[in-house]
C-alpha cells in the first residue's frame, strides 16, 4: 500500500461496531410498550419528530433518546402513561446504554494492516463523550488509533476544526464511514477523500440523496476492501 | 509576568463562569415539586444517591440528573407521581440547559493580560460534550484559548493523557479551577502545578479533605490574582 494519505479518519458507530440496530430494537421494545395508546407508525413518526425537536438541546445518544422517549409517552397517551412504563423506558435506555460492542466484519485486521504499513488512524465519532468512550473501551481496537475525536456534530465546519487540529491540509485526510450524510459529504466539500461502507440500516436523521457526480470517493461493501483501495 | 509554565489549563464550570447555583437552584424546584410525599431532605439525599449510582452509564451533565430526577420522582412517590410533575421535571432540565452563561468576576480581564505576555491557555473541563460545547460559545471567551478539552472525567490518568496529547511535561502545566478533587489533586499529584480559587458553592460530589502539605500550590480568592502568582 502507498502511503497516499497521513491521516485515514474512521467512523464508529456502525462502521467499526453495531450501534443503529439496537437503537432500532429498542424502538421496537418502546413502541409495544405504548401500543394501548397509539399504532406504532404514529408513535415512531412523533417519537422522531420529538428527538429533532430536541436534538439542539440534547445532542446525540442515548440520554436524549431516554428523555425524548419519556416525553412522548406522556404527550401520547394525553398525560395518562403509568409510572410502570416510564420506568420500562428508563430500563430499556440503560440496557441500550449497557448493550455489548460487537465489531464489523473485517474490522480488526483491516486496522493492523493499514497500521502496520504505517498510516495514522483516527477516530472522528459523533455523539454523547461517555457513549463513546465506553465504546471504545469495550471495542478493545483503542490501541490502533492514534486520536479519538468525538465530535458534537459533522458538518464540514467541525471536520475543518478537526484537521486543522490535526495539522494537516484536506488533500491528505481520507475519511470512512457509512453516513453519506455525516461521513463523507462534508469531507468531500472540503477537498478530503472519503469510502463510504453503506450500513444495512440507517437512522432516519442520516438519511440523504447520494449526488450523482462525487469525485475522490468510493463506495465498498466491507471495510477490508480499503486496501485494495490504497493498493 | 515570567513564561514559567507552557500551559495554563482552566476548569469551566464555577471557575470561568456560574454552573453549580443553576443546578442547586433546579433541585431546590425538583423538591418543591415533591413535598406532597416525601421531605426535602430525604429527596436531596435519594436523588444524590441515584445520581451516584447512574454515574457511570449517564457521566456528568444535566440529562443525566434529569434522568435521575425523573427515577427518583417515581421511586420516592411508590410510582404514584402524575405526568404533570414529570412534564414539569423535563421542563426544569430543558431551562436548566438553557440557562445564560455568566462569566465569573475578573475572568476575561486576567485571559486577556495572559494571553498578553504569551502564554498558552486551554480549558480542561468535565461534562457533557453538547453542554459545555453550548457554554463556550454562549461564554464568548473560547477565542482565548489554543485547545478545549471536554474529558468525561479528571482523575490523574486523564490529566496525563492531556498532557501527552498536548506534548508537554508536568513541569511545564499549571492547571486553575474551583474543585480540589477534580481540579487540584490529581494535577499535583503528577508534579505538575495547580491554583485553586475556592467557589462559594461546591456539588457535594466535588467535595474532599484538604491534605495539609501541598507543593506546587496555591489558593486564591479571585482568578485576577494569578497574574501576581505570575510576577
Redesign the interface.
Same mark, same amino acid.
Not at 497516499?4 to 464508529?12: E, L, S
Not at 410502570?84 to 440496557?95: R, T
Not at 498510516?119 to 486520536?147: C, P, V, W
Given at each position: 500500500m502507498t502511503k497516499r494519505f497521513k491521516i485515514i479518519g474512521f467512523d464508529a458507530d456502525d462502521t467499526l461496531w453495531i450501534n443503529e440496530p439496537y437503537f432500532h430494537e429498542t424502538e421496537e421494545l418502546f413502541l409495544e410498550l405504548l401500543s394501548d395508546f397509539e399504532s406504532p407508525e404514529t408513535i415512531s413518526r412523533e417519537l422522531y419528530k420529538t428527538e429533532m425537536e430536541n436534538l439542539e438541546?440534547? =445532542?446525540y445518544g442515548a @440520554? $436524549?433518546f431516554? &428523555?425524548s422517549m #419519556?416525553?412522548i409517552a406522556?404527550r401520547l +397517551?394525553n /398525560? @395518562?402513561? =403509568?409510572?410502570?412504563v #416510564? /420506568?420500562k423506558i #428508563?430500563d430499556l $435506555? @440503560?440496557d441500550l446504554? /449497557?448493550k455489548p460492542i460487537i465489531l464489523l466484519d473485517g474490522v480488526e485486521e483491516t486496522l493492523v494492516n493499514l497500521k502496520d504499513v504505517g498510516f495514522s488512524l483516527i477516530i472522528a465519532t459523533k455523539g454523547? &463523550? &461517555?457513549d463513546q468512550?465506553r465504546k471504545l473501551s469495550k471495542s478493545k481496537i483503542g490501541k490502533y488509533f492514534n486520536?479519538i475525536e #468525538?465530535m +458534537?456534530d459533522k458538518k464540514e465546519s467541525d471536520y475543518r476544526k478537526l484537521l486543522s487540529?490535526l495539522d494537516i491540509i484536506p488533500n491528505d485526510f481520507l475519511m470512512v464511514g457509512n453516513s453519506l450524510k455525516s461521513d463523507i459529504l462534508p469531507v468531500l466539500n472540503m477537498g478530503a477523500f472519503a469510502i463510504h461502507i453503506p450500513y444495512h440500516t440507517n437512522w432516519k436523521h442520516e438519511k440523504i440523496e447520494k449526488p450523482d457526480d462525487l469525485k475522490n470517493y468510493w463506495e465498498i461493501k466491507n471495510i477490508s476492501e480499503i486496501e485494495e483501495i490504497l493498493a
Amino acid at each position: 500500500m502507498t502511503k497516499r494519505f497521513k491521516i485515514i479518519g474512521f467512523d464508529a458507530d456502525d462502521t467499526l461496531w453495531i450501534n443503529e440496530p439496537y437503537f432500532h430494537e429498542t424502538e421496537e421494545l418502546f413502541l409495544e410498550l405504548l401500543s394501548d395508546f397509539e399504532s406504532p407508525e404514529t408513535i415512531s413518526r412523533e417519537l422522531y419528530k420529538t428527538e429533532m425537536e430536541n436534538l439542539e438541546q440534547y =445532542g446525540y445518544g442515548a @440520554k $436524549g433518546f431516554m &428523555l425524548s422517549m #419519556i416525553e412522548i409517552a406522556m404527550r401520547l +397517551s394525553n /398525560n @395518562k402513561v =403509568g409510572n410502570d412504563v #416510564i /420506568n420500562k423506558i #428508563i430500563d430499556l $435506555g @440503560k440496557d441500550l446504554i /449497557n448493550k455489548p460492542i460487537i465489531l464489523l466484519d473485517g474490522v480488526e485486521e483491516t486496522l493492523v494492516n493499514l497500521k502496520d504499513v504505517g498510516f495514522s488512524l483516527i477516530i472522528a465519532t459523533k455523539g454523547d &463523550l &461517555l457513549d463513546q468512550e465506553r465504546k471504545l473501551s469495550k471495542s478493545k481496537i483503542g490501541k490502533y488509533f492514534n486520536h479519538i475525536e #468525538i465530535m +458534537s456534530d459533522k458538518k464540514e465546519s467541525d471536520y475543518r476544526k478537526l484537521l486543522s487540529h490535526l495539522d494537516i491540509i484536506p488533500n491528505d485526510f481520507l475519511m470512512v464511514g457509512n453516513s453519506l450524510k455525516s461521513d463523507i459529504l462534508p469531507v468531500l466539500n472540503m477537498g478530503a477523500f472519503a469510502i463510504h461502507i453503506p450500513y444495512h440500516t440507517n437512522w432516519k436523521h442520516e438519511k440523504i440523496e447520494k449526488p450523482d457526480d462525487l469525485k475522490n470517493y468510493w463506495e465498498i461493501k466491507n471495510i477490508s476492501e480499503i486496501e485494495e483501495i490504497l493498493a
